[in-house]
Nanobody, 126 residues
Framework: QVQLVESGGGLAQVGGSLRLSCAAS????????IGWFRQAPGEERELVGA????????YVADSVKGRFTISKDVAKNTVHLQMNSLKPEDTAIYYC???????????????????WGQGTQVTVSS
């Protein structure tokens, strides 16, 4: 069983920064890929970043590349999504999700991720 708890969402101004955290509990984190998705109203759920816990290999979507980074804190079993230079179009609910390693693609679509957090709202205002 995998449990994921997000934190760090909130309100930011255009150009500002937020850091989201996903605290993960699982018997074998090393077997997991942990990703951050976002979903805006009326839009499909989009993968923005993912990281393989065992070796730290990471993926960042082109739409946020250069502004968002994903990292892990091994001591705290936490994955962070650092979001800089925020834009209004970054406004969405952000979800932490996990799947077992083995899928050669980080971005096989949200159904490929088996476990989900409750989501945290990020609002970017001008």
């Amino acid at each position: 069983q995998v449990q994921l708890v997000e934190s760090g969402g909130g309100l930011a101004q255009v150009g500002g920064s937020l850091r989201l955290s996903c605290a993960a509990s699982a018997r074998t984190l090393s077997l997991l890929v942990i990703g951050w998705f976002r979903q805006a109203p009326g839009e499909e759920r989009e993968l923005v970043g993912a990281i393989t816990w065992s070796h730290g290999g990471a993926y960042v979507a082109d739409s946020v590349k250069g502004r968002f980074t994903i990292s892990k804190d091994v001591a705290k079993n936490t994955v962070h999504l650092q979001m800089n230079s925020l834009k209004p179009e970054d406004t969405a609910i952000y979800y932490c999700a996990a799947k077992r390693r083995g899928d050669p693609s980080y971005n096989s679509g949200y159904p490929s991720y088996s476990w989900w957090g409750q989501g945290t709202q990020v609002t970017v205002s001008s």
